[in-house]
């Protein structure tokens, strides 16, 4: 079943019309055509084989690039019209997660999750208040002085997990999560994005993990050769082939 | 926010100084060592301006009489000329005592006194300026009554060409070694961008603004300038108290005497200092610029 816009009544976090990337000209375009929306506090799982376009729909989300045509509103303002300040405030009001960290090793996991603070200016007062308590909640309190070739994948993910929540952001946006960790640990991080989701946090999930997909019956949006082939209300990974 | 913000970017600068100490040594070396060349071509050119305003202020032009000259005449139309400073009348007499006090021993000209005076009535004149006295001469020299004329000219010429020539050459070779400088920076700074890529981009992701990674590395390049330029003034500052005071206590010279003045010394040490610190923090943007897309 094709996307039907039945979340009206919620207020839009994102709004995609004809979006279409091409990265490089007159090679195949990463994302064709697309039309979406996706309402505050929604929990989203992208779908679909590699090469689809997951992570090229992620990377326009976040304004990490900009479409080759077509228009991606965030919260009703159009995000190609942003000019540095709001560049930065859309990406201070998201948090992404990526398959391979990204924690700095030379710093400790609070330092790590601190650094989401530092870099917009957040008095130390409120540093020592909140990432304790970003690190309580995905379980990591005890380590927080460890440094991140010390901890499994799996703890390190919860880290960059930590470091995601830790402004209390809109949007969390995920890339792969559960690329580099055992089906266990993997579960354990899909039922975190949950328990985020449900404070009202909007949750984007982009992954290969069917059985984590099928488990949380969440929305999933089916992307093959940069086309959305589906978009299901607790939804299924049927639909990839 | 601002004093986190500053806290921040101190403690990135001085971990990343320590984390390349080697390179931002030899960096700062290298800022010296520019510095310090460039710094002596200062107090070179600083000095060389001092000699010729010495010189400047002493150069005269002998205007030699004859003997049928209408002195107070002449003197009149002297005077008339523009560019002049100032004009004296020395008599013949007098003439053979300043000649004999230059020589140091008055008694080897008592056989030249009186009548056997060889030397003429003349006029010293001053011109305001050294660019002139050549005019100045040339013009005096014209006047009816006057013998001759002798004003040193070619030293003169050479003392103007060669200031000039000194200061085209020390401003050539002052932004040649400014550049490499800058280059120098540039390249320590590069290198800590490169070590630091992978937090760059992480910061651009968590919404750091450019400014914010931009000035840990403009404060390393600060004070890899400022420690450079420090080096350079404390070896040319000894450097130049020790050649100052030799000079001052040997050369037989007045107008040989080095610049002492605090003013203007305080005002080339300044300069490079200043100078230094700019050059530390341009090789800093420069090499940031290109890494700040992500």
Same mark, same amino acid.
């Given at each position: 079943?094709?996307?039907?816009?039945?979340?009206?009544?919620?207020?839009?976090?994102?709004?995609?019309?004809?979006?279409?990337?091409?990265?490089?000209?007159?090679?195949?375009?990463?994302?064709?055509?697309?039309?979406?929306?996706?309402?505050?506090?929604?929990?989203?799982?992208?779908?679909?084989?590699?090469?689809?376009?997951?992570?090229?729909?992620?990377?326009?989300?976040?304004?990490?690039?900009?479409?080759?045509?077509?228009?991606?509103?965030?919260?009703?303002?159009?995000?190609?019209?942003?000019?540095?300040?709001?560049?930065?405030?859309?990406?201070?009001?998201?948090?992404?997660?990526?398959?391979?960290?990204?924690?700095?090793?030379?710093?400790?996991?609070?330092?790590?999750?601190?650094?989401?603070?530092?870099?917009?200016?957040?008095?130390?007062?409120?540093?020592?208040? #909140? $990432?304790?308590?970003?690190?309580? !909640? %995905?379980?990591? *309190? =005890? /380590?927080?002085?460890?440094?991140?070739? @010390?901890?499994? +994948?799996?703890?390190?993910?919860?880290?960059?997990?930590?470091?995601?929540?830790?402004?209390?952001?809109?949007?969390?946006?995920?890339?792969?999560?559960?690329?580099?960790?055992?089906?266990?640990?993997?579960?354990?991080?899909?039922?975190?994005?949950?328990?985020?989701?449900?404070?009202?946090?909007?949750?984007?999930?982009?992954?290969?993990?069917?059985? #984590? $997909?099928?488990?949380?019956?969440? !929305? %999933?949006?089916? *992307? =093959? /050769?940069?086309?959305?082939?589906?978009? @299901?209300?607790? +939804?299924?990974?049927?639909?990839?082939? | 926010?601002?004093?986190?913000?500053?806290?921040?970017?101190?403690?990135?600068?001085?971990?990343?100084?320590?984390?390349?100490?080697?390179?931002?040594?030899?960096?700062?070396?290298?800022?010296?060592?520019?510095?310090?060349?460039?710094?002596?071509?200062?107090?070179?050119?600083?000095?060389?301006?001092?000699?010729?305003?010495?010189?400047?202020?002493?150069?005269?032009?002998?205007?030699?009489?004859?003997?049928?000259?209408?002195?107070?005449?002449?003197?009149?139309?002297?005077?008339?000329?523009?560019?002049?400073?100032?004009?004296?009348?020395?008599?013949?007499?007098?003439?053979?005592?300043?000649?004999?006090?230059?020589?140091?021993?008055?008694?080897?000209?008592?056989?030249?006194?009186?009548?056997?005076?060889?030397?003429?009535?003349?006029?010293?004149?001053?011109?305001?300026?050294?660019?002139?006295?050549?005019?100045?001469?040339?013009?005096?020299?014209?006047?009816?009554?006057?013998?001759?004329?002798?004003?040193?000219?070619?030293?003169?010429?050479?003392?103007?060409?060669?200031?000039?020539?000194?200061?085209?050459?020390?401003?050539?070779?002052?932004?040649?070694?400014?550049?490499?400088?800058?280059?120098?920076?540039?390249?320590?700074?590069?290198?800590?961008?490169?070590?630091?890529?992978?937090?760059?981009?992480?910061?651009?992701?968590?919404?750091?603004?450019?400014?914010?990674?931009?000035?840990?590395?403009?404060?390393?390049?600060?004070?890899?300038?400022?420690?450079?330029?420090?080096?350079?003034?404390?070896?040319?500052?000894?450097?130049?108290?020790?050649?100052?005071?030799?000079?001052?206590?040997?050369?037989?010279?007045?107008?040989?005497?080095?610049?002492?003045?605090?003013?203007?010394?305080?005002?080339?040490?300044?300069?490079?200092?200043?100078?230094?610190?700019?050059?530390?923090?341009?090789?800093?943007?420069?090499?940031?610029?290109?890494?700040?897309?992500?």
């Amino acid at each position: 079943m094709l996307y039907m816009p039945i979340w009206k009544e919620v207020p839009l976090l994102i709004r995609m019309e004809a979006v279409s990337k091409i990265y490089k000209t007159g090679g195949t375009p990463a994302l064709s055509d697309l039309d979406l929306q996706i309402g505050r506090g929604e929990f989203v799982f992208l779908v679909g084989p590699s090469g689809a376009g997951k992570t090229t729909l992620i990377k326009l989300i976040s304004r990490e690039e900009m479409p080759t045509s077509g228009r991606i509103d965030f919260l009703e303002r159009d995000t190609a019209a942003y000019r540095e300040p709001e560049l930065l405030r859309h990406r201070r009001r998201m948090g992404l997660v990526f398959q391979d960290y990204r924690l700095l090793k030379s710093k400790t996991i609070y330092e790590n999750v601190a650094m989401a603070l530092e870099v917009i200016g957040r008095p130390s007062r409120e540093i020592r208040e #909140l $990432v304790p308590s970003a690190l309580e !909640r %995905v379980g990591l *309190l =005890e /380590k927080e002085n460890s440094f991140p070739s @010390e901890l499994s +994948g799996g703890e390190q993910q919860r880290a960059g997990i930590a470091r995601a929540i830790v402004r209390k952001p809109l949007l969390i946006l995920a890339d792969e999560p559960t690329g580099n960790v055992d089906r266990k640990t993997a579960r354990g991080l899909m039922d975190l994005f949950e328990t985020i989701n449900s404070d009202g946090t909007t949750v984007i999930v982009a992954t290969h993990a069917w059985d #984590l $997909v099928d488990r949380l019956q969440k !929305r %999933v949006i089916t *992307l =093959e /050769k940069g086309r959305i082939t589906g978009d @299901e209300q607790q +939804g299924s990974y049927d639909h990839v082939h | 926010m601002f004093i986190n913000y500053l806290k921040y970017c101190l403690r990135q600068a001085v971990v990343s100084l320590s984390r390349n100490r080697w390179l931002a040594l030899i960096s700062t070396g290298m800022i010296a060592v520019s510095l310090a060349i460039l710094g002596g071509f200062l107090l070179g050119a600083v000095n060389v301006d001092q000699v010729m305003k010495n010189v400047q202020s002493n150069l005269e032009i002998a205007v030699f009489l004859n003997e049928s000259a209408d002195i107070p005449a002449l003197e009149e139309k002297i005077a008339q000329l523009d560019g002049i400073s100032s004009l004296r009348f020395i008599d013949r007499h007098k003439g053979l005592e300043e000649f004999g006090r230059s020589l140091g021993d008055e008694a080897l000209l008592e056989e030249l006194t009186g009548e056997s005076n060889p030397l003429p009535d003349a006029f010293r004149v001053r011109g305001v300026s050294v660019e002139l006295i050549p005019e100045l001469a040339g013009q005096i020299e014209r006047f009816s009554g006057v013998e001759s004329v002798d004003y040193g000219g070619e030293l003169v010429l050479s003392i103007t060409s060669i200031s000039g020539w000194l200061n085209s050459f020390s401003i050539a070779v002052s932004a040649l070694l400014a550049v490499g400088a800058i280059f120098l920076v540039g390249t320590t700074i590069r290198l800590s961008v490169v070590i630091r890529q992978e937090e760059i981009g992480i910061m651009k992701h968590l919404g750091a603004s450019n400014w914010f990674i931009r000035l840990p590395f403009l404060l390393e390049g600060l004070a890899i300038g400022f420690a450079g330029t420090l080096v350079s003034l404390t070896v040319l500052g000894l450097a130049y108290y020790r050649l100052a005071a030799l000079l001052i206590r040997k050369s037989p010279l007045f107008f040989l005497h080095p610049v002492t003045d605090p003013g203007k010394l305080f005002l080339v040490f300044g300069s490079l200092l200043l100078l230094g610190v700019v050059m530390g923090g341009l090789g800093s943007l420069f090499s940031i610029r290109r890494f700040l897309k992500v």
